[in-house]
C-alpha cells in the first residue's frame, strides 16, 4: 500500500482559496485513481473530487463543482486539489485516497491507501 500525506491545509476568510497536496510514496503511483474526500463535524465522509490513472478523467462532486480542481503530478507523485470561492460548507477534514487497483473508481473506490487528513476551516 501507498504511504499518503497531505497538505495545505488552512484557516481562509470565505470566497478565499487554498491548494491541498497530496504526496505519495512506496507504491506505483501513476497507475492507480486518486481522490479527494471530506469529513466535516457529525458527518460522513463524502467524495469531492477524483482522477482517473489515465486519460486525465475527472470527477467532482456538485456541492464544488466549477469552484475546485483535481490535477495530478505523476512524475511528483503528487495530487492536488485547487480550491476556489471556498465557503463555510467546505470546512472539514480532507483526505486523499488512491485507488486499491487499476480498476477502482475514483468517486466510489474501492480504495486502498488513506491520507491522515488535513483542516480546512473556512470562516464567513
Known amino acids: 500500500q501507498a504511504r499518503l500525506v497531505e497538505s495545505g491545509g488552512g484557516l481562509v476568510q470565505a470566497g478565499g482559496s487554498l491548494r491541498l497536496s497530496c504526496a505519495a510514496s512506496?507504491?506505483?503511483?501513476?497507475?492507480?485513481?486518486m481522490a479527494w474526500f471530506r469529513q466535516a463535524p457529525g458527518k460522513e465522509r463524502e467524495f469531492v473530487a477524483g482522477m482517473r490513472w489515465s486519460g486525465g478523467i475527472t470527477y467532482y462532486a456538485d456541492s464544488v463543482k466549477g469552484r475546485f480542481t483535481i490535477s495530478r503530478d505523476n512524475a511528483e507523485r503528487t495530487v492536488y486539489l485547487q480550491m476556489n470561492s471556498l465557503k463555510p460548507e467546505d470546512t472539514a477534514v480532507y483526505y486523499c485516497?488512491?485507488?486499491?487497483?487499476?480498476?477502482?473508481?475514483?468517486?466510489?473506490?474501492?480504495?486502498?491507501?488513506w491520507g491522515q487528513g488535513t483542516q480546512v476551516s473556512v470562516s464567513s
Open positions: 512506496g507504491r506505483t503511483f501513476s497507475a492507480y485513481a
Open positions: 485516497a488512491q485507488g486499491s487497483s487499476s480498476s477502482s473508481d475514483p468517486r466510489n473506490g474501492p480504495f486502498g491507501s
